[in-house]
Every structure is written in structure tokens, then in C-alpha cells.
């Protein structure tokens, strides 16, 4: 909840007692003349405190400093205050204090009018990145092996949704053939990616390590593999907790087809 704190009553009164304030593009290049900024005195910085109102402390904490950084100056050019501008959501002081911004998209927007753009431009990415998570999110689910009323929750990180999801994959799919098969097309949903792995997808790979060294092997000999599942098993056997030796006729089948 973003209420008033003990920290914005000090960013007021630090501001109540400013001759000038600046807004600069990075904290690396603070003390470079020519680094985009923007200065405000006199009436302005009311209209900056404004915007500076924070609530709740946040009890998520970033190593390193962010940007654009808050540069508070006394009537005699003394340093009264400097602040840190996380995400445009948090306002990060002295010892680490840091707190919600009240109302962070209308600061975002007073530093684009003023040629800050920065702020607004990653605030943009992050939100394009934000649909594409989503998107491949809804892909994976759909991916599941008949599983897909179990997969969403697991890929929200419901409580418990993973223990349900390993609980039914024997009951869908009895036969240790079948459900390894369709475990490992799921996984290497994910190889194909090209870009990592979510925290949730590592879920396949998870329940894989389960079943006996000896049934995996069958279900990659019982037929030919394709290219999903190779990659789903190359996957699992480079894996840190896979120790089983892999025959080589599995090995053979893991070499995409001529």
C-alpha cells in the first residue's frame, strides 16, 4: 500500500530548503557539464516536490544506483540531497532508504516534456518486454501434454501447482513411454526458444529427473524423436543433476535426422 513515510516528509523538507535542483541523465556522468539534465529553481521545484511524493518503503532492494539521479543544491551550490530514481516507481535515498513513488508515470512524463526521455523510453521497453513474457508464457502452457488446465497455474507460480501438476502426469499418461516422450517435447519447447529458459520451464526437466534412467532411455529408443524432443533430451542429459551414462544408441538417436 503506497502511503505517506517518514522519508517523504524528509525529501519535502530537504526540497523546502533547495536553491536548485537537477535532474541528471546518470549517475556516471554527474559531475560532466554537458550530461542531458534538467534544472530547476524557484517555483519549479514545489512543482517538483510534487512530483517527488513518496509512500510505502519498498523492501525490494537493487545493487548499484539506477537513473536519472536527483541533485539537490543549497543556496551556496551545497549538496543537500542525493536521490535515485529506480524504474521510475522508487525513489532510493541515503543508506539505501527506498520508497513507491505516489504517482511515478506523471513524473516520467514532466522529465520527457523537459527532454528526459529516457525514463519514458525504458518504461516502454519494459512494457513491450512485459507482452512478449506473456506471450511465450501462453505458448508454454499450451505446449503441456493435455495439461494445460495444470501448466498456467504452474507457470503463475501457484502454490503447490507443480506438486499437483507431477501428481497427474501418471494418471494422464500411465504408460512411463508416453508420458516421457510427451515430458520431453514440452522441455525442449523451451530449448527451441533460443533465449534462456523462464524459471517455470524448468518444470519439464524437473519431473523428467524423476522417472529411472532406464525408462528415459526406452522411450527415446521406442521410436524415432523429433526435433523437440532431441532437444528436450540433449537438455536434460547436460543438466547438473543427471549422472546416468547414456548408451550409445541414445546418443545416435540425438543426431538430427540426415
Known amino acids: 500500500m503506497k502511503k505517506r513515510s517518514p522519508f517523504n516528509t524528509a525529501v519535502r523538507r530537504i526540497l523546502a530548503g533547495a536553491a536548485e535542483v537537477h535532474v541528471i541523465d546518470q549517475l556516471s556522468v554527474l559531475n560532466d557539464p554537458d550530461a542531458p539534465r ?78 528526459l526521455t529516457g525514463p519514458r523510453e525504458e518504461q516502454e521497453e519494459a512494457a513491450r518486454d512485459e507482452i512478449l513474457r506473456e506471450e511465450r508464457r501462453v505458448q508454454w502452457v499450451r505446449a503441456a501434454p493435455k495439461l494445460v488446465y ?57 519431473l523428467l529427473l524423476t522417472e529411472p534412467p532406464e525408462a528415459i532411455f526406452d522411450a527415446l529408443l521406442a521410436a524415432p524423436l523429433t526435433p523437440e524432443q532431441r532437444d528436450g533430451a540433449a537438455a536434460l542429459f547436460a543438466s547438473h543433476p543427471w549422472s546416468a551414462p547414456v548408451p550409445e544408441a541414445v546418443r545416435a538417436q540425438l543426431e538430427p535426422n540426415p
Open 38 to 115: 534538467i534544472t530547476v529553481t524557484g517555483p519549479e521545484i514545489a512543482e517538483l516536490t510534487r512530483l517527488l511524493a513518496v509512500g510505502g518503503m519498498s523492501t525490494t532492494r537493487y545493487m548499484g544506483w539506477g537513473q536519472p539521479t536527483v541533485l539537490v543544491l543549497g543556496p551556496g551550490g551545497e549538496e543537500l540531497a542525493r536521490w535515485d530514481l529506480h524504474g521510475q516507481e522508487r525513489l532510493r535515498g541515503p543508506e539505501n532508504h527506498e520508497a513507491w513513488l505516489l504517482d511515478g508515470p506523471a513524473l516520467t512524463t514532466w522529465l520527457a516534456d523537459r527532454g
Open 150 to 206: 495444470l501448466a498456467d497455474p504452474v507457470s503463475l507460480g501457484e502454490p503447490g501447482a507443480e506438486e499437483r501438476l507431477a501428481a497427474s502426469m501418471p494418471r494422464v499418461y500411465p504408460d512411463p513411454v508416453t508420458r516421457i516422450r510427451n515430458l520431453l517435447t514440452w522441455a525442449g519447447f523451451s530449448c527451441r526458444q533460443g533465449d534462456g529458459f523462464m524459471g517455470y520451464e524448468h518444470v519439464p526437466q524437473r
